[in-house]
């Protein structure tokens, strides 16, 4: 019999290429989604995190479920109302599930979350992060903490739960390749402030299979750098993307005060970075990358 696995934020970059990668591993998929949706495929169920309810059926058919339900942190300036979306989009849609399993039978084996390196704070410098480090202080580490904490509620009930802190996804349908690409196609790229901040990406389809690694191993558990083995600076992705694009930088490094001017205090995302080690992936699991070299991801999405 299949097995069912359950997203939270199915419809997002992530949720989309898991669906088709659990698809073709014949898995059911179903998303949770605040209106009943017509998607290939997939089971759509209701939820209201605000009125505290799930369509029934949803949790009562889940063999294992994904959590990437969150608003998108630089989808918009960081008001207070937004700031506050941020982070209740993400940490009471899952204590809502974790309070339907509570006191009643169920079957979920595995629930994998997503986290970010945000958790380490937005610009680490030149410091070799593990999943040991602690959080930082500033907003994106206390959304995270946020969210892992939230969580823990799955642990708490009685499902194995793995958290995954994301770092930059390279993907061609999303994120923050397409919008570096853009420009440098058109002749006019650059390297964003020093240029020298680190970039700690991974590649869409290694997130994914990172995500069903976790879901069906029951050695996993607990918190995981979601992250590649070579962490690059901002200005070494510029330069390794317009050579992929066979394209010239033109502009001089784009001042740190323009983006502050634009984004306000969000232009943290972009001005910041991390050097982020996966250090229990690579040393406490069997799972291999298909992607370790940049050049080679960047050919692999941009040539889509």
Not at 66 to 82: C, E, F, M, N, Y
Not at 172 to 194: D, N, T, Y
């Amino acid at each position: 019999m299949k097995k069912t696995v359950l997203i939270t934020g199915g419809t997002g970059m992530v949720g989309r290429r898991l669906t088709e990668m659990l698809l073709e591993k014949n898995y059911e998929v179903a998303y949770l989604s605040r209106r009943k949706e017509n998607i290939p495929n997939v089971t759509v169920y209701r939820w209201d995190i605000d009125k505290g309810y799930i369509e029934a059926q949803a949790l009562e058919t889940a063999d294992y479920i994904v959590h990437l339900a969150g608003a998108g942190i630089a989808d918009a300036r960081w008001t207070a109302q937004r700031k506050r979306e941020i982070i209740e989009s993400r940490t009471k849609s899952i204590e809502l599930i974790a309070n339907e399993l509570q006191g009643r039978p169920f079957k979920v084996k595995a629930c994998v979350a997503a986290s970010a390196i945000g958790f380490y704070g937005a610009n680490t410098g030149d410091e070799h992060l593990n999943e040991n480090h602690p959080s930082g202080t500033d907003f994106l580490a206390h959304v995270t903490r946020s969210w892992e904490q939230a969580s823990e509620r799955m642990d708490n009930v009685g499902v194995r739960t793995t958290k995954l802190r994301i770092g930059i996804v390279l993907s061609s349908s999303g994120g923050a390749l397409p919008k570096i690409a853009a420009p440098i196609r058109l002749g006019v790229g650059a390297p964003l402030a020093s240029g020298e901040q680190w970039v700690s990406w991974i590649h869409l389809d290694d997130l994914c299979r990172l995500f069903i690694e976790a879901l069906e191993n029951p050695k996993w558990s607990g918190i995981y750098n979601a992250v590649g083995a070579q962490p690059v600076t901002n200005a070494q992705l510029t330069r390794q993307i317009a050579d992929v694009l066979n394209r010239p930088l033109w502009l001089p490094h784009i001042p740190a005060f323009t983006l502050q001017l634009v984004y306000g205090e969000m232009a943290d995302v972009v001005l910041g970075g991390n050097y982020v080690l996966n250090q229990r992936i690579a040393k406490q699991t069997d799972f291999q990358y298909s992607f370790t070299n940049l050049t080679e991801a960047l050919q692999d999405l941009l040539a889509r």
